[in-house]
């Protein structure tokens, strides 16, 4: 006689981390984040920005449901193994089907209409295997019923947006970030489970680092066959420099204050506090490095003497507000993520992003390798600020873990 199939689960403890497959099932975020870029890229107009805000936000809505899942159950095991494939594949068509997300091309099938129906699949696909994950949890199968509306609305407002065009269809798109996003809000966060902290943070880390990698690839994609000169690797090497600092932003300390303030946190303190710091502003955080990318690409693309441009040519409009706005975005949602887990609110980070935002204009009248050098040089020098002045703090934060263990041992 064949097991239930909330026995073939296996629970998700304290100190678990991320599995391959939750790892494999990643691949598929790499794939769609690149699409988004070259969604803007092909469109880089205040339009186009927003479609692909649109569109990451809820791709990203898709990854962060199976965040959640996979931090109850363990995503290699029984049938949340299969599941998780079988949301892969849906997923993988979702980023194909990027590119018709509004727009669909002559010939075969509807892309908004594919997108739309993918979507629902993932989403469903989750809702289905937290229901069975939830058997032996009345708590959480309320919550999930409380959840599910949100799911159907948000679903049900895509596949109205792919029969629409122009100013109807953007509404549409908002409607159903809206309500996904705020339903989720609107429910609470009283029963929903995270059993680990370690894990969900890793798990959001490894994004950042997924995010941060199509920076570096937007680097090179900007140059593809293309001659290399001087301009080019100065060029390359500042924004490299830039995701470097952005890097150095996230994982120097700021995670691991996260996390350990999320192990502090119990019951339903630690689930909005996984929902507020993790799911909703960690987006603003991969939509920052996203429209970064789109203009560090963009910068290439000029010094390397693309479309006829040439080394003196401004970055101006959209693709400079992404450079310098995607990175002030960013500092400003690890700010936001700092003040909801410890209430700390790292005035410096603000400030610069704030300054990032008030010298674009100017950045304007500068030759895109050099606003792509001041970019940099402010990074720089928030970086080596904190190293400096929080050097003690810095210090004891990063070995805290390592000497307890050592002391134990």
Same mark, same amino acid.
């Given at each position: 006689?064949?097991?239930?199939?909330?026995?073939?689960?296996?629970?998700?403890?304290?100190?678990?981390?991320?599995?391959?497959?939750?790892?494999?099932?990643?691949?598929?975020?790499?794939?769609?984040?690149?699409?988004?870029?070259?969604?803007?890229?092909?469109?880089?107009?205040?339009?186009?920005?927003?479609?692909?805000?649109?569109?990451?936000?809820?791709?990203?809505?898709?990854?962060?449901?199976?965040?959640?899942?996979?931090?109850?159950?363990?995503?290699?095991?029984?049938?949340?193994?299969?599941?998780?494939?079988?949301?892969?594949?849906?997923?993988?068509?979702?980023?194909?089907?990027?590119?018709?997300?509004?727009?669909?091309?002559?010939?075969?099938?509807?892309?908004?209409?594919?997108?739309?129906?993918?979507?629902?699949?993932?989403?469903?696909?989750?809702?289905?295997?937290?229901?069975?994950?939830?058997?032996?949890?009345?708590?959480?199968?309320?919550?999930?019923?409380?959840?599910?509306?949100?799911?159907?609305?948000?679903?049900?407002?895509?596949?109205?947006?792919?029969?629409?065009?122009?100013?109807?269809?953007?509404?549409?798109?908002?409607?159903?970030?809206?309500?996904?996003?705020?339903?989720?809000?609107?429910?609470?966060?009283?029963?929903?489970?995270?059993?680990?902290?370690?894990?969900?943070?890793?798990? *959001?880390?490894?994004?950042?680092?997924?995010?941060?990698?199509?920076?570096?690839?937007?680097?090179?994609?900007?140059?593809?066959?293309?001659?290399?000169?001087?301009?080019?690797?100065?060029?390359?090497? %500042?924004?490299?420099?830039?995701?470097?600092?952005?890097?150095?932003?996230?994982?120097?300390?700021?995670?691991?204050?996260?996390?350990?303030?999320?192990?502090?946190?119990?019951?339903?303190?630690?689930?909005?506090?996984?929902?507020?710091?993790?799911?909703?502003?960690?987006?603003?955080?991969?939509?920052?490095?996203?429209?970064?990318?789109?203009?560090?690409?963009?910068?290439?693309?000029?010094?390397?003497?693309?479309?006829?441009?040439?080394?003196?040519? *401004?970055?101006?409009?959209?693709?400079?507000?992404?450079?310098?706005?995607?990175?002030?975005?960013?500092?400003?949602?690890?700010?936001?993520?700092?003040?909801?887990?410890?209430?700390?609110?790292?005035?410096?980070?603000?400030?610069?992003?704030?300054? %990032?935002?008030?010298?674009?204009?100017?950045?304007?009248?500068?030759?895109?390798?050099?606003?792509?050098?001041? %970019?940099?040089?402010?990074?720089?020098?928030?970086?080596?600020?904190?190293?400096? *002045?929080?050097?003690?703090?810095?210090?004891?934060?990063?070995?805290?873990?390592?000497?307890?263990?050592?002391?134990?041992?």
């Amino acid at each position: 006689m064949s097991k239930p199939y909330r026995s073939r689960l296996e629970r998700v403890g304290e100190s678990a981390t991320a599995t391959t497959l939750e790892l494999f099932f990643d691949l598929v975020f790499v794939f769609a984040l690149t699409q988004v870029t070259a969604l803007m890229a092909e469109d880089p107009t205040w339009l186009g920005l927003l479609r692909g805000t649109l569109v990451l936000a809820v791709v990203w809505w898709c990854w962060v449901g199976y965040s959640w899942l996979s931090n109850l159950v363990k995503a290699d095991e029984g049938t949340a193994r299969t599941a998780m494939l079988g949301a892969m594949a849906a997923m993988f068509l979702i980023a194909l089907a990027i590119p018709e997300a509004f727009d669909d091309l002559p010939g075969g099938l509807s892309g908004p209409v594919v997108f739309a129906f993918c979507y629902l699949l993932v989403r469903a696909v989750h809702l289905v295997l937290f229901w069975i994950s939830a058997a032996d949890d009345p708590g959480l199968r309320k919550q999930l019923l409380r959840f599910a509306p949100t799911m159907l609305g948000g679903t049900l407002l895509l596949l109205l947006a792919a029969q629409t065009s122009g100013a109807a269809q953007i509404g549409l798109w908002v409607a159903a970030v809206a309500a996904d996003y705020g339903g989720t809000f609107a429910i609470g966060a009283s029963g929903w489970r995270l059993n680990s902290a370690k894990h969900f943070a890793e798990r *959001h880390g490894l994004i950042v680092i997924i995010a941060l990698g199509e920076s570096i690839v937007a680097i090179g994609v900007g140059v593809t066959a293309l001659p290399i000169s001087w301009p080019v690797i100065a060029a390359a090497t %500042l924004g490299l420099t830039v995701a470097a600092c952005l890097w150095w932003a996230y994982f120097d300390t700021h995670v691991l204050i996260a996390e350990r303030a999320l192990a502090r946190a119990t019951g339903v303190e630690r689930a909005s506090m996984a929902r507020s710091a993790f799911s909703f502003l960690h987006l603003p955080l991969v939509v920052g490095i996203v429209m970064s990318a789109l203009g560090l690409k963009k910068v290439l693309n000029y010094v390397a003497g693309a479309n006829g441009h040439t080394v003196a040519d *401004h970055l101006y409009g959209p693709p400079l507000w992404a450079l310098f706005g995607g990175s002030a975005l960013y500092l400003f949602a690890q700010a936001g993520v700092s003040w909801r887990c410890g209430r700390n609110l790292k005035p410096q980070r603000l400030a610069v992003g704030a300054l %990032l935002i008030a010298v674009t204009p100017l950045a304007a009248f500068l030759p895109a390798l050099v606003a792509l050098a001041v %970019l940099a040089a402010v990074l720089i020098a928030l970086i080596a600020y904190e190293w400096v *002045h929080y050097r003690a703090d810095r210090d004891e934060i990063r070995h805290a873990e390592h000497e307890s263990a050592h002391a134990e041992a």
